[in-house]
């Protein structure tokens, strides 16, 4: 009876969270929330451990659980709101991973504590990590400033015109991309091709590379490599405003003399059986 009223109060405060988060989340920034649940984590560990007056542990709880479900839901909603659509079940999947992973390790560390000292010394313990973690977690800023436009960049490009069109499974395909290059762009052009790196590599892209041609230098060439056609298609609806933002500096600096920088799709020539 008294450990379900334990974990009732746990529900209840849960409950009255639920219904007053959004009117909180108006006042106070993510950060500053975060913390408060913490510092009153720590409290309540202490307070479990140390205090045998079952009204001040029920009320201990009660604000537990409204911290819960508070901090469930901002990081939640941080992790939904930091990636793009097209990874939201793999970013959920390696945050889900983290957190669960955290609360069974933790789960075994405390209990081997508490079997071989006493719970008391588990719950002063776990409150004197938790405090010393807020040095660390206090640097990590989520929900803060305005959120980045993380939404597919509208740009209705047809499909590549090719007078063998890949399957889907075909691959893996090669981009070849050459630019012409004057000499006096050519630091900035490297600067911000390099951080066009990282939108192929985030868009699905195994391998990435920008090469100078050592006979005519002006003449840049990136590559990138999909694993598949499919997969290379994909990648031209997961493209960021930000995104593009970059690949417009790196054309801005293409010599346009020599018109629009080549595009070509080289694909995986696999071996004929029986020729």
Same mark, same amino acid.
């Given at each position: 009876?008294?450990?379900?009223?334990?974990?009732?109060?746990?529900?209840?405060? #849960?409950?009255?969270?639920?219904?007053?988060?959004?009117?909180? @989340? $108006? @006042?106070?920034?993510?950060?500053?929330?975060?913390?408060?649940?913490?510092?009153?984590?720590?409290?309540?560990?202490?307070?479990?451990?140390?205090? $045998?007056?079952?009204?001040?542990?029920?009320?201990?709880?009660?604000?537990?659980?409204?911290?819960?479900?508070?901090?469930?839901?901002?990081?939640?909603?941080?992790?939904?709101?930091?990636?793009? #659509?097209?990874?939201?079940? @793999?970013?959920?999947?390696?945050?889900?991973?983290? +957190?669960?992973?955290?609360?069974?390790?933790?789960?075994?560390?405390?209990?081997?504590?508490?079997?071989?000292?006493?719970? @008391?010394?588990?719950?002063?313990? #776990?409150?004197?990590? +938790? #405090?010393?973690?807020?040095? +660390?977690t206090s640097r990590i800023h989520i929900l803060k400033g305005a959120l980045p436009d993380l939404t597919p960049y509208v740009f209705k490009r047809p499909l590549p015109a090719l007078a063998a069109p890949p399957g889907p499974e075909d691959g893996p395909v090669r981009i070849s991309i050459d630019y012409r290059v004057q000499p006096q762009n050519y630091a900035a052009f490297t600067r911000a091709i390099h951080e066009l790196e990282g939108a192929r590599l985030r868009d699905g892209a195994i391998r990435w590379g920008i090469y100078r041609d050592a006979a005519d230098p002006e003449h840049l060439n990136e590559t990138f490599v999909m694993e598949s056609w499919l997969e290379y298609l994909r990648s031209r609806e997961r493209t960021t405003a930000a995104d593009q933002r970059i690949r417009e500096r790196v054309w801005a600096l293409h010599d346009e003399a020599s018109g629009p920088p080549k595009i070509s799709h080289q694909v995986w020539a696999g071996e004929v059986p029986g020729a």
């Open positions: 009876m008294g450990y379900g009223i334990l974990n009732g109060c746990l529900g209840v405060g #849960a409950v009255v969270a639920a219904t007053t988060l959004a009117w909180i @989340r $108006k @006042r106070i920034s993510a950060d500053k929330l975060l913390a408060i649940t913490s510092v009153y984590y720590i409290a309540a560990l202490l307070v479990l451990g140390w205090v $045998k007056l079952p009204v001040v542990v029920i009320v201990t709880l009660l604000g537990a659980g409204f911290c819960w479900t508070s901090t469930m839901s901002t990081l939640n909603v941080s992790v939904q709101l930091s990636v793009p #659509a097209w990874v939201y079940a @793999r970013a959920l999947g390696a945050y889900l991973m983290t +957190f669960q992973g955290g609360l069974a390790l933790g789960s075994v560390l405390w209990g081997v504590i508490a079997q071989h000292a006493s719970t @008391r010394v588990a719950f002063t313990c #776990a409150a004197a990590m +938790f #405090a010393l973690s807020l040095s +660390f």
